[in-house]
């Protein structure tokens, strides 16, 4: 079983939107912070979006603030990215990661990655 899949990626031209959405199953989604990370051909992963167990804190990359949204719902463990006026610079693969850390142990799950391409 795998406990995060991404769906939601796709083409869509400069300026417009994406609805990524990240299923989580096999752990207790409600007490993991949440995440989207995305990796570029050439270039490091990189954070983009985070959003705590309670959802009363998010965070998000300088590049992407006030374009992209995230948000989730604990009641279908699911946790989503709206991206709005997308620009060709967000092209990659967006990869959704839960997070739980405690004492000693951090516990960690990465998804498999949905390709968002911006082009004309």
């Known amino acids: 079983q795998v406990p995060l899949v991404e769906s939601g990626g796709g083409l869509v031209q400069p300026g417009g939107s994406l609805r990524l959405s990240c299923a989580a199953s096999g752990f207790t989604f409600s007490i993991y912070d949440m995440s989207w990370y995305r990796q570029a051909p050439g270039k490091e992963r990189e954070l983009v979006a985070a959003?705590?167990?309670?959802?009363?804190?998010?965070n998000y990359a300088d590049s992407v603030k006030g374009r992209f949204t995230i948000s989730r719902d604990n009641t279908k463990n699911t946790v989503s990215l709206q991206m709005n006026s997308l620009k060709p610079e967000d092209t990659a693969m967006y990869y959704c990661k839960a997070t739980r850390l405690t004492i000693p142990t951090k516990y960690e799950y990465w998804g498999q990655g949905t390709q968002v391409t911006v082009s004309s």
């Open positions: 959003i705590n167990a309670a959802s009363s804190r998010a």
